[in-house]
């Protein structure tokens, strides 16, 4: 038993080694994307974009206050009767692929139909949104770096042949719930 003293001791030694280092390895993989990204919600979070941080959501850009553009979309969802009269000033769309970000085009499902748009949203006029109960998240940032695949999106007809959206472009996101 002692001439196997040695051994164990240096297979514990190695086993601990290489605990402790995978350990502070995953610890440091784990911190670089918490605090550089959210490649989950499509943007990237650097040392001068403002960002709000929501349960259920997890950071996203923007600022906590409204713009007059979530203001005029909250007015929509106050009640019923003011609900009833989304249709008419919002197209709802589901992101199906961002085709370029710089030029705003992307291709969107409406009614089973896919088509291609170029959205002109402005911070001023752009916010976000949760999904189920349509909670306010945030407003003020740049819609196309946020946009990804599968966003569900209110926007409203920039020109009367609606392939152009905007300014006004709401993001549908997550499930949080105050």
């Known amino acids: 038993m002692k001439r196997y003293l040695p051994a164990i001791f240096v297979f514990l030694l190695v086993i601990s080694v290489g605990l402790f280092i995978s350990t502070g390895y995953i610890k440091t993989l784990l ?4 605090i550089e990204t959210t ?8 040392a001068d974009a403002p960002f709000v941080e929501k349960p259920g959501i997890g950071r996203f850009p923007g600022v906590a206050e409204h713009n007059v553009g979530s203001k005029e979309f909250s007015g929509y969802l106050q009640n019923q009767s003011a609900r009833a ?3 008419e000033n919002y197209e709802l769309y589901v992101v199906k692929e961002v085709l370029n970000r710089n030029e705003g085009r992307v291709s ?4 089973n139909v896919l088509s291609e748009h170029v959205f002109k949203c402005t911070p ?3 916010a976000a ?8 998240i945030s407003s003020g940032f740049d819609f196309m770096s946020t ?3 599968g966003d569900m999106v209110y926007a409203k007809c920039y020109k009367e042949d609606c392939v152009e959206l905007g300014p006004d472009c709401i993001i549908l996101k997550g499930s949080y719930e105050d």
């Open 124 to 126: 001023e006029r752009t």
């Open 147 to 149: 946009i990804t695949p």
């Open 129 to 136: 949104f949760t999904f189920i109960n349509q909670n306010f």
């Open 108 to 111: 969107l499902m409406i009614s």
């Open 39 to 46: 490649e989950d919600l499509g943007f990237s979070k650097t």
């Open 85 to 87: 009269k989304l249709p």
């Open 31 to 34: 911190s670089q994307k918490t």
